[in-house]
Antibody
């Protein structure tokens, strides 16, 4: 069974940093692109970032480019999202998502809440 | 405002059919067959119901179907059931090699 478990969320002040982790199990992690998607309370889904199987190719939404960094450690079956210069509008539930094929986001974590507030 | 445009809400009675549209541009929906649809119930993670415009993952009811014409993709649900009441989101690959979601459609089963 595919499992994706996010951790590392919480309350942070504006301008601060957080690193989210996504521990994967139940599949060959190194064989899949991984994405991060976020959802502000009561709002819609927003695509954030993706990373290829080897970690050598990354892409970002314009809203987070230059502030967020996606990475992965295939030896640890874990994906990461380093979030710097956080703003109030970054407050959201962040989901880790597996891409089974190009844009087939077939398995989602339970989500982790990030709150940016003073 | 989301780059992909969906109706904010739709409603239908049990047994009826409905269609949710997702309008983009030639740089996303119209340019690639990488449109997917997700169903989200309150407090739950989204669930993939359509990928590659028309494909259903294993285990998804055949009451759900997808299509595309030009820059607009569509999700159709036939034989509406109470359990179909949820939020629905389209998603597309883009020419920038990024992704984007529609604003979401709240489906109410009357």
């Amino acid at each position: 069974e595919v499992q994706l478990v996010e951790s590392g969320g919480g309350l942070v002040q504006p301008g601060g940093s957080l690193r989210l982790s996504c521990a994967a199990s139940g599949f060959t992690f190194s064989g899949y692109w991984m994405h991060w998607v976020r959802q502000a309370p009561g709002k819609g889904l927003v695509w954030v970032s993706r990373i290829n199987e080897l970690g050598s190719d990354t892409y970002y939404a314009d809203s987070v480019k230059g502030r967020f960094t996606i990475s992965r450690d295939n030896a640890k079956n874990t994906a990461y999202l380093q979030m710097n210069s956080l703003r109030a509008d970054d407050s959201a539930v962040y989901y880790c998502v597996r891409d089974n094929h190009l844009w087939e986001l077939d398995d989602w974590g339970q989500g982790i809440l990030v709150s940016v507030s003073s | 405002q989301s780059a992909l445009i969906q109706p904010a809400s739709l409603s239908g009675s049990p047994g009826q059919s409905i269609t949710i549209s997702c309008t983009g541009t030639s740089s996303d929906v119209g340019g690639y067959n990488y449109v997917s649809w997700y169903q989200q119930h309150p407090g739950r993670a989204p669930k993939l119901i359509i990928y590659g415009v028309t494909n259903r993952p294993s285990g998804v009811s055949n009451r759900f179907s997808g299509s595309k014409s030009g820059n607009t993709a569509s999700l159709s649900i036939s034989g509406l059931q109470a359990e179909d009441e949820a939020d629905y989101y389209c998603n597309s690959y883009t020419s920038s090699r990024t992704g984007e979601f529609g604003g979401g459609t709240k489906l109410t089963v009357l």
